[in-house]
């Protein structure tokens, strides 16, 4: 079993739409969730992160982490065609530091038309 | 602020070749640095970090190898490229968390297309 599983889409909303993307993790011992956007030929930057459980609310984005039964989401309401890109989500464990320990999703693509 | 440059952008090599991508960070001091290959459908996979000048730490054994000449160039080589090492390569930095939590954040670079034919 794969320690974070991510649905790698595509997926294709209409502009305007509640978009949610959403990643399983296996070892509970994670504690940093991260989510990234790429957009196509770059690097990926970050979006935002949450610790522990919980919501997170960064304008159109919010970031939901549900420890108890090991799944992250990320919900973009009133999507926009720049949206489009692919969302990783990413995990680490809290404590040990260095992000050579992040594990990544295999990310999903997301397509907004207009 | 700082800026992370990786080049080439796109980089077509025969089988067999050497092969030497580079990367540069600038506006901060001792960064931690990363070499990524993403492959479709498999995420994001370390490759090497470097935790200072010299230190190369290897997360899969292949046919490349990493080296950090100055402390903020991080240089990923192989002496004969395989098939199987076309991929998209990114560089990365970050800054340690001192305080027991955990680094979240990592800013990476423009990526290197390679296609070994």
């Known amino acids: 079993q794969k320690e974070v599983e991510q649905d790698p889409g595509p997926l294709s909303v209409p502009e305007g739409a509640i978009v949610s993307l959403n990643c399983t993790y296996s070892?509970?011992?994670?504690?940093?969730f991260m989510w990234y956007r790429q957009y196509s030929r770059k690097g990926p930057e970050l979006l935002m992160y949450?610790?522990?459980?919980g919501n997170k609310e960064d304008g159109r984005f919010t970031a939901q982490v549900d420890k108890s039964s090991k799944y992250i989401s990320l919900f973009i309401r009133d999507s926009q065609p720049s949206d489009s890109a692919t969302y990783l989500c990413?995990?680490?464990?809290?404590?040990?530091?260095?992000?050579?320990?992040?594990?990544f999703g295999t990310g999903t693509k997301l397509q907004v038309i207009p | 602020s700082q800026t992370i440059h990786q080049w080439p952008a796109t980089l077509v090599q025969p089988v067999g070749s050497p092969l030497s991508l580079e990367c540069t960070v600038e506006?901060?001091?001792?960064?931690?640095l990363y070499w990524y290959r993403q492959a479709a459908g498999r995420g994001l996979q370390l490759l090497f970090y470097?935790?200072?000048?010299?230190?190369i730490s290897s997360e899969v054994p292949q046919n490349l190898s990493a080296s950090r000449p100055q402390d903020r160039q991080f240089i990923l080589s192989s002496k004969k490229l395989l098939l199987s090492d076309s991929g998209f390569y990114l560089c990365?930095?970050?800054?340690?968390?001192?305080?027991?939590?955990?680094?979240?954040?990592?800013?990476f670079g423009q990526g290197t297309r390679l296609t070994v034919v």
């Open positions: 990365a930095w970050s800054v340690s968390d001192r305080t027991g939590g955990a680094t979240t954040e990592a800013f």
């Open positions: 070892n509970s011992a994670f504690q940093y």
């Open positions: 949450t610790y522990s459980s």
């Open positions: 990413a995990v680490n464990p809290h404590g040990l530091g260095g992000y050579e320990k992040v594990t």
């Open positions: 506006g901060t001091s001792n960064p931690n």
């Open positions: 470097s935790v200072g000048i010299g230190q």
